[in-house]
């Protein structure tokens, strides 16, 4: 699987940006999707997945209610909506894609077989 993210950006505190992850190379609805962040001097963490159906999401505590994922599957795309962006979401984001077919969409990295190369998000204060 190759994994494309774009989307990135510099935003203002307040603002919205939507990531996009352009998936090629298996068929899409094999594999659930998510996507993690780093920030500079810190460890790679989850953000939100989504079920290969979109039928079931999944957020971590600090961007729930601001972060929607979605997935089109006609498209092969999966999207993170970011709104009211804080300075502390700056980061790269990656998308990642888990082929064990969990029921529920996973947090943990080591579940992800294959990542993006990242897109970089500034929130400016």
């Known amino acids: 699987v190759q994994l494309v993210e774009s989307g990135g950006g510099l935003v203002q505190a307040g603002g919205s940006l939507r990531l996009s992850c ?8 094999t594999y659930s999707s998510a996507w993690f962040r780093q920030a500079p001097g810190k460890e790679r963490d989850f953000v939100a997945a989504i079920s290969w159906s979109g039928s079931t999401t999944n957020y971590a505590g600090s961007v729930k209610g601001r972060f929607t994922i979605s997935r089109d599957n006609t498209k092969n795309t999966v999207y993170l909506q970011m709104n009211s962006l804080k300075p502390e979401d700056t980061a790269v984001y990656y998308c990642a ?19 993006g190369q990242g897109t970089q998000v500034t929130v400016s204060s």
């Open 22 to 29: 352009a998936a090629s190379g298996r068929p899409f609805t």
């Open 97 to 115: 894609a888990d082929f064990g077919r969990a029921y529920y969409p996973r947090s943990f990295q080591g579940d992800y077989e294959a990542w």
